[in-house]
């Protein structure tokens, strides 16, 4: 195929290519994956379908002229204020995800202290091991160094005593997640709030997975440890809707409790001959698109929908959870307070285990270990989940014991080694793009099992890890 077509495509032609390029993907639709797609079902996805190609074209920047857009941004951060337990002070914007709400969030900080602490050159948040790579993410494009913090080695919760220890005269911040992706449970932020007010710093609280779902859970009478501005000392939240409300991709909430800190997100230029620029996120030109396809899926769900998904869910995870937990082989890293699930294998590799569900048209994600955090497997239980739990356990339960005898590839048990002439923290670049040959990996493509490139990865330093991801996506794309 052209790179373009030289006369045009047929409607037809477009969409038979479009759905060739995704032949490959993995199937959503069947209720089999755990992560990445939240599927609402058909119904909802009519409807967010029908309002995102409504606002299209509608461009949000500028809101002066597309007042729609400006209409619905005010009305989704009143939704994200009422479920957040803020007061009438509490402002905020809408963004294209929570990795931008994130960086906005730390921009905020950022230029806050400037303002008020110009003293402080070199601005430091502290983080457990457990926040979201966004904040590290906002670290390395915003120029604050990222101080992190390990994480309770049994609870997996941000250690709140060892955070307070990490504070320097540099320290501007402090993060905590509600829940944590990769353990799922919720940070102890009333006490980082005390420490962030004793010290006057900031504290962000991460809901970007459960600001949305962990109020109905609360609802249903589960103990949620407080995360929203009811706790003092929270400054910002960020909340994602394209996670646990359903909404389509590119939609999530950056809050603050008062405009004051909110106004240090804010970018104007006038030092140009063009048009006038305001921002409040990190995007200029951007479709209304996602913000009219939230607010209709939050309306057309409504609370009271809101309500029973997150019943399904919870009984769905209880039964996961208690299933792998009472699984010989099997080992729960820890009760989670929401429905992200992480467990791992008591023997064998955890990453044959994956490649082993997902070649049974499963979809549960790795994850390497970190710290404290063993290897393990993560599960995100989404609505379209609900009623697959037998299946997916019963499977497990044969997966586990398959996995076991598969023993780890040549490269796992060489890095694993420490391949005695190499520096594994410190790869050259003919190195690393040996390392890639031999664990399968080619310009055309992965090799059908991942577990030894899980393996080897799991077996290097961090640094290496990241240097060895760049190295090989920098070849993946033209
Ligand atoms: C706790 C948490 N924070 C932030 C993010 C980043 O969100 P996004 O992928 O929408 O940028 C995620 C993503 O899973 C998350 O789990």
Redesign the pocket.
């Known amino acids: 195929m052209k790179p373009l077509s030289k006369s045009g495509m047929t409607r037809e032609d477009v969409f038979s290519h479009l759905e060739a390029f995704r032949r490959e993907d993995v199937k959503w639709q069947d209720g089999r994956v755990f992560g990445y797609v939240f599927d609402p079902g058909r119904e909802v996805q009519a409807v967010a379908q029908e309002a995102y190609t409504m606002f299209l074209s509608e461009n949000g920047l500028d809101f002066s002229v597309f007042q729609s857009l400006l209409k619905l941004e005010k009305a989704l951060a009143a939704i994200g204020r009422r479920h957040l337990r803020g007061d009438n002070q509490v402002v905020g914007n809408f963004t294209s ?4 709400s ?1 960086i906005l969030a730390v921009k905020a900080a950022r230029d806050y202290y400037r303002a008020k602490r110009p003293d402080i050159q070199a601005p430091e948040m502290i983080l457990p091991t457990t926040a ?1 790579a ?1 904040f590290h993410k906002a670290g390395a494009y915003l120029d604050v160094k990222v101080v992190s913090v390990p994480v309770n080695g049994e609870t997996f919760r941000a250690d709140p005593a060892a955070m307070a220890a990490a504070i320097t005269p540099n320290t501007i911040m402090l993060a905590g ?1 509600a ?3 990769s353990h799922g449970v919720v940070d102890p932020i009333a006490d980082l709030g005390r420490i962030a007010q004793e010290n006057d710093l900031w504290l962000h609280s ?1 809901a ?2 459960g600001g949305f779902l962990l109020p109905y859970f609360r609802r249903l009478g589960v103990v949620v440890p407080a995360f929203d501005f009811q706790v003092p000392g929270v400054s910002s939240i ?1 909340m ?1 809707l ?2 646990y409300a359903y909404t389509p991709k590119g939609a ?1 909430l950056v809050m603050y409790r008062h405009k004051d800190l909110r106004k240090h997100q804010l970018f104007a230029c006038s030092h140009w001959i063009g048009y006038t620029i305001v921002n409040n996120a990190i995007q200029s030109s951007k479709s209304g698109g996602p913000m009219a396809a939230a607010w209709a899926v939050l309306n057309y769900i409504g609370d009271d929908g809101y309500l029973e998904i997150a019943r399904r869910k919870l009984e769905a995870t209880r039964k996961i959870a208690a299933g792998i937990e009472a699984m010989e082989g099997l080992r729960l890293l820890t009760r989670p307070d929401m429905c992200l699930v992480s467990f791992t294998v008591e023997q064998g590799s955890v990453f044959q285990l994956v490649d082993t569900m997902n070649a049974r048209g499963w979809y549960i994600q790795p994850a390497l270990s970190y710290d404290n955090s063993p290897a393990h497997i993560h599960l995100s239980i989404n609505a379209s989940n609900v009623g697959r739990e037998d299946a997916l356990l019963a499977d497990l339960e044969k997966c586990v014991a398959t996995a076991r005898t598969l023993p780890p590839g040549d490269l796992v048990k060489l890095v694993q080694g420490g391949l005695d002439d190499m520096d594994l923290a410190h790869l050259s670049d003919k190195e690393m793009a040996d390392m890639l040959t031999l664990a399968g990996i080619s310009e055309d493509g992965m090799p059908e099992r991942m577990a030894d490139i899980n393996g080897v990865l799991d077996a290097l330093p961090a640094a290496a890890r990241e240097q060895l991801l760049i190295a090989y996506v920098n070849d993946l794309f033209v």
Do not use: N
């Open positions: 995800g929570g990795t931008e994130i979201h966004a997640s829940p944590s992706y991460d970007c997975m960020s994602d394209h996670k999530s």
